[in-house]
Nanobody
């Protein structure tokens, strides 16, 4: 029932920008923890950013390597989560995966992944 569909990946020059989108169905992006992970060839999948609802809105967290460059956000009306990626570096090259963690089922759901390639 839960589906996460990523889009927006592609090729960019170092220093450029890209915005990834994750359209969710079957679960609300406001009622679950949403996140972006990435995996480069030969490396372990790592958490990039998360967004979670709180009483006053939402709280976000980022891995140190992307702080100040990436921004995670959500559009409630579209039930979609975004990852705005600025000042991209070659080290950002990876397959990026959208993630939804359900507090009801204690289960992670994953998108199919979208390739981001940054040329130095």
């Amino acid at each position: 029932q839960v589906q996460l569909l990523e889009s927006g990946g592609g090729w960019v020059q170092a220093g450029g920008s890209l915005r990834l989108s994750c359209a969710a169905s079957g679960r609300s992006v406001t009622s679950n923890r949403m996140g972006w992970y990435r995996q480069a060839p030969g490396k372990q999948r790592e958490l990039v950013a998360t967004i979670n609802s709180i009483s006053s809105g939402a709280v976000t967290n980022y891995v140190d390597s992307v702080k100040g460059r990436f921004t995670i956000s959500r559009d409630i009306a579209k039930n979609t989560v975004y990852l705005q990626m600025n000042s991209l570096k070659a080290e950002d090259t990876a397959v990026y995966y959208c993630n939804l963690y359900s507090y009801v089922t204690s289960h992670d759901y994953w998108g199919q992944g979208t390739q981001v390639t940054v040329s130095s």
